[in-house]
């Protein structure tokens, strides 16, 4: 059974800084992609930043290029993302997703999802 978690959200100021961890157990397949996502109230899920772990390989939503950067650990099955630079409109909902089924590597079709960890940018 494969289970992400996340957790390093928060409350920051806006120019501060976070980072994100996700814990992927029971998911073995390092050569698709995880990454991150968010969702904000009202506002459809985006995706962030996502990483194929084999190959260290990223990709960046332009919103946020140059401010995060998605690593990985691949002895502890574990995604990051740090945040810095944060403005109030990062405020939301971030997700960790596993395995690509559908669409594009930035678009929604992942097969897991995590429960999400709240990350609020206060001006």
């Known amino acids: 059974q494969v289970q992400l978690v996340e957790s390093g959200g928060g409350s920051v100021q806006a120019g501060g800084s976070l980072k994100l961890s996700c814990v992927a157990s029971?998911?073995?397949?390092?050569?698709?992609?995880m990454g991150w996502f968010r969702q904000a109230p009202g506002k459809e899920r985006e995706g962030v930043a996502v990483?194929?772990?084999?190959?260290?390989?990223?990709w960046y939503a332009d919103s946020v290029k140059g401010r995060f950067n998605i690593s990985q650990d691949n002895a502890k099955n574990t995604i990051y993302l740090q945040m810095i630079s944060l403005k109030p409109e990062d405020s939301a909902m971030y997700y960790c997703?596993?395995?690509?089924?559908?669409?594009?590597?930035?678009?929604?079709?992942?097969?897991?999802w995590g429960q999400g960890t709240q990350v609020t940018v206060s001006s």
């Open positions: 997703a596993a395995e690509l089924y559908s669409g594009s590597r930035l678009g929604a079709g992942y097969k897991y």
């Open positions: 990483i194929v772990p084999y190959s260290g390989s990223t």
């Open positions: 029971g998911y073995t397949d390092s050569r698709n992609y």
